[in-house]
């Protein structure tokens, strides 16, 4: 086994972050065959709403009678698309405007690093909520408002990393055999700067599933009838604190999936980066 997975196995609080990240990936991929009743996704059932926990329903129902175990296990995949999406989009705008910034020294690396620190100024949440609003409220204005505020820490990240490797002796030794700029950019200096991006990529999975379920609570991202934790949590408001379980269930399968990608994420950090390694 690599040293690199005996340490992060043998990292209490990593191995639980794991677990939990794969326990979200497996409801997302076999979510469908895992609920009891996956129907539930979009039908009604008026007649046994809100019921509390039981042996048929161990998360009780919503408010229109649909199990909520069901709602969380598929809610899971939607959850895990939206944060894949809005990550992966992010990196691909971020990551390479960091490159070019990083290596030049010119008005064009400047003018990406204000424009930059301007998104990295304003707070995401609030820039993402007047974005979402501006937009209209759908799953998608949502992902785009994620997105737009989410880029520039990618770019932050890859600019400091480039431009401490810049000046590395390999760097110049490559512009003395004349290697072109984006040779040395593409193949030498971004898979000298996969640490720091795969880090942040981890545990931007897990903050960008909480800020689309507050934009789901907050009426600006998923709609009637997703099975999304955000939109269940705010219909459940008016219903508490009878039906108690109707907030709890999803809302505790936020705080977890967030948990697992925080803990993984930090326990990546350690091992991936000698300098900030606790001590074992």
């Known amino acids: 086994m690599p040293p690199a997975i005996r340490r992060l196995l043998r990292d209490i609080p990593t191995s639980v972050g794991l677990l939990i990240v794969l ?23 008026l007649i046994r709403r809100l019921k509390p926990p039981s042996a048929d329903f161990p998360f009780g129902t919503d408010n229109l009678g649909r199990d909520i175990f069901s709602r969380v296990i598929l809610g899971a995949r939607g959850a895990l698309e939206v944060s894949l999406l809005v990550v992966g989009a992010s990196m691909a705008i971020g990551v390479p405007l960091g490159l070019v910034a990083g290596y030049g020294t010119g008005w064009v690396s400047e003018a990406i690093m204000r424009v930059t620190d301007v998104f990295l100024a304003l707070p995401q949440l609030v820039l993402a909520l007047a974005l979402a609003q501006m937009l209209g409220p759908s799953l998608e204005s949502a992902m785009i408002a994620l997105v737009v505020t989410y880029w520039p ?6 600019f400091s990393e480039t431009g401490q490797l810049r000046t590395a002796l390999f760097v110049d030794a490559l512009q003395g055999l004349g290697a072109s700029r984006t040779r040395i950019l593409l193949l ?8 720091p991006i795969i880090v942040r990529a981890t545990i931007g999975l897990g903050f960008t599933i909480l800020v689309a379920a507050t934009l789901g609570f907050l009426g600006m991202g998923a709609t009637p009838p997703d099975p999304d934790w955000g939109l269940a949590v705010a219909q459940s408001r008016t219903y508490l604190p009878a039906a108690w379980w109707f907030a709890t269930f999803p809302g505790l399968a936020i705080l977890f999936t967030v948990l697992g990608f925080n803990l993984l994420g930090d326990g990546l950090r350690d091992i991936l980066d000698p300098r900030l390694r606790r001590s074992r």
């Not at 409801?27 to 039908?43: E, F, H, R, T």
């Not at 820490?153 to 890859?158: D, E, G, L, N, Y």
């Open 188 to 195: 030498h200096i971004l898979p000298n700067t996969a640490s």
């Open 23 to 45: 326990v979200v990936v497996a409801l997302a991929i076999a979510g469908p065959w895992l609920a009891p009743y996956p129907g539930d996704a979009s039908a009604s059932h």
């Open 153 to 158: 820490f990618f770019t932050r990240i890859v």
